[in-house]
């Protein structure tokens, strides 16, 4: 049986712990509103930006030629894999690695065996994931939270955009965690490149679509497809971003509820220990009374 001195000292430091573990919930709950207006305020325009640029693409030519619309025959591929700068946020990151991981294994594994899956990390703990497993890893852009905002992602999309263009890689898709509430997230795979047309909304045939384009067809088209395969990645990086601080806060209020629940043992085994403590005590001290009465 351990001793009081070592129970103690075990008391106050998951006391200690557990101070730490609700200051951190408390921080990742104030930023976890931020995040959640963020993505919320984001999700609707970007919707309607992917539904305008299908609508628009069914009923015209020129986005058919566009280069981000050019299917090839997939040798090279990138995967961007957005997972977090730091831990204590439960099976977060690993959710994403892991489809990431599954990934590859459903859909490029010749392509892995020959060493044509490329990883942009964007976050610390995905790079670090796949230097491990010793995938070739483009740690350009792993610093973006640092500084999260549109320009930083815009750059990250940019980079995969003229590497498609240039045919250094034939596919690009993303895996992150989208953001459903602080207690569930759900990892998303979704294709970035070549982009994939979105159906025409039903009840309304493609065909029946005539357009006035102001300026011309081909500007309009030019900037529209660059414009929302930008603001697609920017989404799933607040998704992410969203789903991280929700999935730590998560944690840290379970490993605080663990640290009571411990503490409650602790407390239970102290005061047994010094119940049996005083108890030996008093047997000594009536023992030596009653050797004393008889001598």
Request: charged share 25%; aromatic share 6%.
């Amino acid at each position: 049986m351990a001793s009081l001195k070592e129970v103690r000292a075990r008391i106050a430091s998951i006391n200690s712990t557990q101070q730490i573990t609700k200051a951190m919930k408390m921080v990742a709950a104030a930023k976890l509103r931020r995040a959640q207006d963020n993505i919320t305020q984001l999700r609707p325009y970007a919707r309607k930006l992917s539904q305008m640029l299908g609508t628009v693409s069914a009923g015209t030519s020129t986005a058919s030629e566009n280069p981000y619309k050019q299917t090839r025959t997939v040798e090279r591929v990138l995967l961007i894999v957005v997972t977090s700068d730091r831990g204590l946020c439960g099976a977060f990151n690993t959710n994403a690695v892991k489809g990431a991981l599954a990934l590859i294994d459903e859909k490029y594994a010749s392509q892995a065996r020959s060493g044509n899956v490329e990883i942009m990390a964007i976050g610390k703990k995905g790079a670090e994931a796949f230097q491990r497993r010793g995938f070739k890893v483009n740690t350009n852009h792993v610093e973006t939270f640092s500084s999260l905002n549109f320009a930083t992602v815009r750059a990250a999309a940019e980079e995969a955009m003229n590497g498609f263009a240039t045919g250094r890689y034939d596919v690009v898709e993303v895996i992150y965690n989208e953001f459903k509430n602080a207690a569930m997230q759900i990892v998303r795979t979704e294709q970035m490149l070549p982009i994939v047309s979105v159906e025409t909304p039903a009840g309304v045939p493609a065909t029946s679509i005539n357009y006035i384009f102001e300026p011309s067809e081909e500007e309009i088209i030019t900037e529209l497809i660059p414009k929302t395969i930008k603001i697609q990645l920017f989404k799933a990086v607040l998704d992410s971003n969203a789903s991280e601080h929700g999935a730590r806060m998560t944690a840290m209020d379970k490993a605080t509820e663990n640290a009571g629940e411990l503490l409650k043992e602790l407390r239970l085994v102290y005061n047994r220990t010094r119940q049996a403590a005083i108890t030996t005590e008093i047997l000594e001290i009536v023992g030596g009374a009653e050797a004393l009465a008889s001598a």
